[in-house]
């Protein structure tokens, strides 16, 4: 006959399993499972118990076993779902993120499966616990979703950046270019001119006339010839622009890309530059010089 301390201790188990057993036929949103291993056919194991939600997330007309519930699983995932399984016999512990169809929506759903081994010999128990992570996995994959458009709208703003720059720097390159040929055109075109025309013989009026179109003819070149160094008197339109790109920081072969030429001919006149500036057989950098110049 059991004593008095056995009954208790047996009225207080099943206390304890009847709350067990009514927290998991009440669980909602999220399913609690109890498997035994069956090492006569360890991928089907025996189930014990299984909290009726399961019918949120499945058929459970359809799902009676391990098998069956295989069935829904996404074709991906149901090798990594069997070989974690089987694997948790070892490593007493599973956690997988897997896909399954069915349910009353028969839309796939993510689900987060973690259990543990529990040995009660002579028999090993798989209790664990299924949750429905499709919220969050959709929330993340439109996260990444936005991540990758807004990263192709950064480069393609990045694109767009790098050729308003070269745009910039050829359109500076061709107002240099018309400024200096205004200049040159002026220095060899006219003023050579006028000079003759003040050793001719003329008369007061004419005097005047001329005197007056040579201030204004200065005036017009006057900015032209102050954004010019002395320097680069002597230098053609190209080797002006070349020297300009230069002293902005830029390679050869960005300033063959921006002037639309080749490699070699900058070099090429790179060379003369430092030939008409003295720096021929010298060692000093172009870029520093020519901003040496300016300064």
Not at 279 to 290: I, M
């Amino acid at each position: 006959m059991p004593c008095r301390t056995q009954v208790a201790a047996e009225a207080v188990l099943m206390e304890s399993e009847h709350h067990l057993r009514s927290l998991m036929e009440s669980a909602s949103g999220f399913v609690l499972f109890r498997f035994c291993h069956n090492p006569m056919d360890p991928f089907q194991p025996r189930r014990i118990f299984i909290s009726p939600s399961i019918a949120d997330i499945v058929d459970r007309t359809k799902v009676v076993d391990f098998q069956s519930f295989l069935t829904t699983v996404h074709p991906e995932d149901r090798e990594s779902l069997v070989s974690a399984a089987h694997a948790m016999l070892d490593a007493r512990r599973m956690d997988e993120t897997i896909r399954t169809q069915g349910g009353s929506s028969g839309f796939w759903r993510w689900l987060r499966i973690i259990a543990v081994a529990v040995a009660t010999p002579p028999e090993t128990y798989f209790n664990g616990i299924i949750l429905d992570i499709t919220g969050e996995m959709e929330t993340a994959s439109a996260l990444s979703a936005r991540e990758k458009e807004l990263k192709e709208r950064t480069e393609s703003l990045s694109e767009v950046n790098t050729a308003l720059e070269v745009l910039l720097r050829k359109r500076e390159a061709d107002r240099l270019e018309v400024e200096e040929k205004m200049l040159a055109n002026a220095k060899r075109l006219i003023l050579p001119y006028l000079d003759k025309l003040k050793n001719s013989r003329l008369d007061e009026r004419q005097r005047i006339y001329l005197n007056l179109i040579e201030t204004n003819l200065n005036e017009i070149i006057s900015p032209l010839t102050q954004q010019m160094s002395r320097h680069y008197m002597h230098f053609t339109p190209l080797e002006i622009q070349v020297a300009n790109l230069v002293k902005e920081g830029q390679t050869t072969k960005d300033i063959a890309f921006i002037l639309g030429s080749s490699d070699r001919t900058i070099e090429a006149v790179r060379y003369r530059i430092r030939r008409k500036l003295g720096l021929k057989k010298k060692c000093t950098n172009l870029r520093s010089a020519l901003l040496s110049i300016d300064g």
